[in-house]
Nanobody
């Protein structure tokens, strides 16, 4: 059974940094596009950043120049480096792996709270 396990969330002051990790038990991790999404209370889940199998990255406008997504195929892990955090970044952050519509997975989420 495929598992995506996020870690690295926590409480940080505005302007601080956190690094999220997502370890995936995918048989061939390198074949999957990976992404980070977030959901704040009362809001819909939204895309934060994605990285393709070829390393092409995409970011939500709200996090550009502050967040960096990366992957280590040897460790089956995707990362999200978050700098200059703002209170509006507070949310549960979810890791996603997808290859086909029927071959996609979500992690359980990790809470990020940014205090002002």
């Amino acid at each position: 059974q495929v598992q995506l396990v996020e870690s690295g969330g926590g409480l940080v002051q505005a302007g601080g940094s956190l690094r999220l990790s997502c370890a995936a038990s995918l048989r061939i991790f390198s074949l999957y596009n990976m992404g980070w999404y977030r959901q704040a209370p009362g809001k819909q889940r939204e895309l934060v950043a994605t990285i393709t199998t070829g390393g092409i990255t995409n970011y939500a406008d709200s996090v550009k120049d502050r967040f960096t997504i990366s992957r280590d195929n040897a460790k089956n892990t995707v990362y999200l480096q978050m700098n200059s955090l703002k209170p509006e970044d507070t949310a549960v952050y979810y890791c996603n792996a997808n290859r086909r519509s029927w071959d996609a997975y979500w992690g359980q989420g990790t809470q990020v709270t940014v205090s002002s």
